[in-house]
């Protein structure tokens, strides 16, 4: 039985994470912000990314670090680069300086194109935090993420429900399973292969899906035989993030820089990054994980 300190635990990925980690025989020290639940074989640990003194009782005794947290939507440039850089160069140090040498850090496919967004901006700034480092890290980047109790995609299946879906420009994209992906998680933690390496996952689909035949196969999970599509142009999806962000303020989910990100025609994880089967292999094909999701969903009550 091994310790890992987590953050993000509290998250959509996380909350997979700490589930599968004790089900296999780990022991967690997770990160939150709040009271959580009492939850078997996980100690949580009071504090945020910016925290100091949080972050070192975090790893005070562990083994090993998975850095999961970090900030996919900001109102500004510096609220990424507080979350996602600042936030991993402190559980950085406070991993090296507690002898916590090995270290998966989650980042994202946007690191790839970090002129696009500021997300994808303050993302790969944060792979370079943890290259420079001496810590025998390991970096993931995921792609379109889903999976039961994920809140993203289920804006998704919403429209796909009612018929409907709104798409960005035409474009490709590679999924993942959320299982799946906490499993290359773990898996990571104790292969000597697997260290100074980038990974880019998916759940085994060559060159991803288009857009539309995503929406299509969203349709397909809920039962329905077609669902209408509709390709926005770039100038339509950024005014939606204008008005949204009008609208709704600070708790807006399409921003201008998420519109950016969104129609960049490419989030097609890379075979040249592709995880060794001797690590891992995607166990959920996404037919079978959207259905499964969308079974989630409605027994959750999140859908009719």
Not at 36 to 47: D, K
Not at 198 to 212: A, F, K, M, Q, V
Request: net charge neutral; glycine share 8%; with cysteine.
């Amino acid at each position: 039985m091994s310790v890992i300190a987590v953050t993000g635990g509290t998250g959509f990925v996380g909350g997979h994470l700490l589930r599968l980690a004790t089900e296999t025989g780990h022991t967690i020290r997770a990160l939150t912000r709040r009271d959580q639940p009492e939850m078997q074989h996980v100690q949580w640990i009071a504090g945020s990314l910016g925290e100091h003194t949080s972050l070192a009782h975090l790893v005070e005794g562990a083994e090993a670090v998975i850095h999961i947290a970090g900030a996919i939507n900001a109102p500004d440039r510096d609220g990424f680069a507080a979350a996602n850089i600042q936030g991993t160069r402190a559980v950085a140090d406070a991993a090296q300086k507690a002898g916590a040498s090995r270290f998966v850090h989650v980042s994202s496919l946007a690191a790839r194109e970090p002129e696009i967004s500021n997300y994808g901006w303050s993302k790969a700034e944060a792979e370079q935090v943890i290259r420079a480092t001496s810590l025998d890290w390991t970096i993931i980047r995921p792609p379109a993420v889903y999976g039961p109790d994920d809140t993203e995609t289920f804006a998704l299946f919403k429209m796909a429900q009612r018929g409907h879906v709104a798409l960005p420009p035409p474009g490709r994209i590679s999924l993942i399973h959320v299982e799946d992906l906490c499993r290359l998680l773990l898996a990571s933690l104790g292969a000597q292969e697997s260290v100074h390496s980038i990974y880019e996952p998916d759940d085994g689909t060559h060159n991803g899906l288009s857009h539309r035949a995503f929406a299509q196969a969203l349709g397909r999970a809920l039962g329905k035989k077609s669902v209408r599509t509709y390709s926005m142009p770039l100038r339509i999806v950024r005014l939606a993030a204008r008005l949204e962000r009008l609208v709704r303020g600070s708790r807006a989910k399409l921003t201008p820089d998420r519109a950016r990100y969104f129609c960049h025609p490419d989030w097609v994880a890379n075979d040249n990054y592709r995880p060794p089967e001797s690590l891992w292999t995607p166990e959920i094909p996404f037919e079978q994980g959207l259905a499964d999701t969308a079974l989630w969903y409605r027994e959750a009550g999140w859908l009719p």
